[in-house]
């Protein structure tokens, strides 16, 4: 089946510029989160929501960072007037599971953000 | 979150079994040992579980001793494909924590 997918694969931005990412996760699956991986590096959390409420974004690195997703399935993660240090790999995943348990988290292909 | 401790880096041959180590002391009661695979331009992709004892899937064992301070990966006959990062994972909820994981890099 389907897995999950993002748009775009690759994001170039101009500093100070706004941009939006867009994640589709598998269909029927509740949970939705938010990595961000800088090179070198593995994924950091930014974010999660169960079906549209969005119960933890306590890894959002700044208030210029904002998530949403209106009807449960479809997100969007927006960076407004972005900074050099946003430059990174923004990956999606999705999971079936409602709760609070290591779950198996299914991974997006990700947006590569570069920021000039 | 418990912190874990992993090799940078591994090289093996085709053929050969490759197992990773992962340190991870201040595991608490509730937390979970996850091993993830990530090749490149690709998102991370779960291997295997466990909590205790041995687990075995279709790609991989995971061995945690009894004092769940520690837990090694292993993956039988690595072939060309598996080259990749490996990263070991600890908690007990959804909050994945990866650290940079260990390259894997198998040679023919």
């Known amino acids: 089946g389907a897995g999950v997918s993002q748009s775009p694969r690759y994001k170039v931005a101009k500093r100070g510029q706004d941009v939006a990412l867009r994640c589709d996760p598998i269909?029927?699956?509740?949970?939705l989160f938010w990595y961000q991986q800088a090179l070198g590096q593995g994924p950091e959390f930014l974010t999660y929501f169960q079906n549209e409420a969005q119960l933890d974004k306590s890894g959002l690195p700044s208030d210029r960072f904002f998530a949403e997703r209106p009807e449960g399935s479809v997100s969007t993660l927006k960076i407004q007037r972005t900074q050099q240090e946003d430059s990174a790999v923004y990956l999606c995943a999705s999971s079936l599971e409602t709760s609070f348990s290591p779950d198996t988290q299914y991974f997006g292909p990700g947006t590569r953000l570069t920021v000039l | 979150l418990a912190k874990t401790t992993q090799p940078i880096s591994m090289d093996s041959y085709e053929g050969q079994e490759v197992n990773i180590t992962c340190s991870h002391n201040n595991i608490a009661t509730n937390d979970y040992i996850t091993w993830y695979q990530q090749f490149p331009s690709q998102g991370p992709r779960f291997i295997i579980q466990?909590?205790?004892t041995k687990v075995t899937n279709e790609v991989a064992s995971l061995f945690i001793p009894a004092d769940r301070k520690s837990s090694t990966l292993s993956l039988p006959r690595v072939s060309l494909s598996d080259t990749a990062v490996y990263y070991c994972l600890v908690g007990g909820d959804y909050k994945l924590s990866f650290g940079a994981g260990t390259t894997v890099t198998v040679r023919a």
């Open positions: 466990g909590y205790k």
């Open positions: 269909s029927g699956h509740v949970s």
